[in-house]
């Protein structure tokens, strides 16, 4: 079977590397690229260049944001003694997507993963344990994924955070288990977000 030019192929390999892509649609999506005009090109060159150059991390939430604080840590009409504390940043924007939710959050990057090396030194958890202790927190909502990894690190934040005497809830049960937050439907984390529980 005759190989791509050098060019191409080296395009597809680094679509692969894209979580969830494969050879055929890295091939797609470089075919579809050859057909459009420079112009578009370079406008999709530009905006995976200021990727980089103009998205930081929130120092107070871990988001990421091209402001630091991000939007929602900086407004005052926000309740700055609730975090949610979510695994990635989508879980922020499928949350958001909500509307019912008026706090702050934390961005852990990740849950608690033993077996690949993921401890609790990998994740934000150090940042949010400096937010919990400057800045009297009432309560903390845990709204990680209901699968085995997201309930071993709900366990061990409550474990970490009781001490404080702050309210601790994880969403309610309108999430099944092994849902992954970034893929249910707002009416879902609403009703999860509403029927939360303390744990």
Same mark, same amino acid.
């Given at each position: ?11 597809? =390999? ?8 494969? !050879?055929?649609? =890295? ?40 402001? !630091? ?24 924007? $499928? ?56 309930? =071993? ?27 992954e937050l970034e893929y249910a439907d707002?009416?879902?984390?609403? $009703? ?8």
């Open positions: 079977m005759p190989n791509h030019p050098e060019t191409i192929q080296n395009l597809i =390999s680094e679509f692969n590397k894209l979580p969830g892509i494969g !050879d055929k649609t =890295s091939e797609r999506f470089v075919f579809y690229l050859l057909k459009q005009p420079k112009t578009e090109l370079e406008k999709l060159g530009l905006a995976i260049e200021h990727l980089k150059d103009k998205i930081k991390i929130c120092s107070l939430c871990q988001n990421f944001s091209e402001k !630091d604080p991000c939007p929602i840590c900086g407004d005052k009409n926000r309740d700055q003694r609730t975090i949610c504390v979510v695994a990635e940043p989508s879980d922020v924007i $499928s949350l958001e997507k909500t509307g019912e939710y008026k706090g702050v959050y934390h961005v852990l990057y990740g849950v608690l993963k033993p077996i690949e090396g993921i401890s609790p030194d990998k994740l934000k958890v150090a940042e949010l344990l400096t937010r919990v202790k400057k800045n009297n927190i009432k309560e903390l909502i845990i709204a990680l994924n209901p699968d085995m990894e997201g309930e =071993s690190t709900t366990l061990y934040l409550k474990k970490l955070f009781s001490p404080f005497g702050l309210k601790i809830t994880r969403l309610g049960r309108g999430l099944a288990m092994g849902t707002e009416i879902t984390l609403a $009703s999860a977000l509403a029927g939360r529980k303390e744990i």
